[in-house]
């Protein structure tokens, strides 16, 4: 070929050129348009799984926090009941002995062998075990302490059931 005949037509060829250029950076660009699309679209996708776990995370934490709610309401109701029953019971008690209805009796125990009693004592008449009745202020003190014992128990043992129970298994 002829170098004078490229000369002439340098400018179509240059244009040629510069059109072949373009046409390859262009298929660039889309090419990279293409590639950044498909990763925003495997970005959308990881971060709607992202947000259907945290969901389902949440979803799970909330029920497991409703059944321990529940669970903890159960056994709080359930020693509130027997605690209210046994002091109910317990005032009953106290009533019947204020009004004389019944008496406060303890079994007692005075062994002889102690050396604070004197034999003499025992031998003549006086039993070695017999029950003691206790005054009204005294037998009143009794039933405060028993009414506070039935209290603690019944707290002491909610907290065994609630700390085996629901505690291992709290959210």
Avoid at 139 to 168: H, M, N, T, W
Wanted: with cysteine; net charge neutral.
């Amino acid at each position: 070929m002829n170098p004078l005949i490229l000369l002439k037509y340098w400018k179509w060829i240059g244009v040629g050129l510069l059109v072949a250029a373009l046409g390859v950076q262009t298929m660039r660009v889309e090419h990279a348009h293409t590639e950044l699309a498909e990763v925003r679209q495997a970005n959308a996708e990881t971060l709607a799984k992202i947000s259907d776990l945290a969901t389902k995370t949440a979803e799970k934490a909330v029920a497991a926090m409703q059944a321990w709610n529940a669970a903890l309401a159960g056994l709080d109701a359930k020693y509130s009941k027997e605690r209210d029953d046994d002091l109910k019971d317990n005032e009953t008690r106290r009533a019947a002995v204020a009004r004389g209805d019944q008496r406060l009796r303890i079994a007692a125990v005075c062994p002889a062998s102690r050396g604070d009693v004197p034999q003499a004592a025992t031998a003549a008449g006086l039993d070695a075990q017999a029950t003691v009745e206790l005054s009204p202020a005294v037998g009143s003190s009794v039933f405060d302490l028993r009414a506070a014992l039935i209290d603690d128990r019944a707290k002491l043992a909610g907290l065994q059931e609630y700390v085996a129970k629901v505690c291992p298994g709290a959210p």
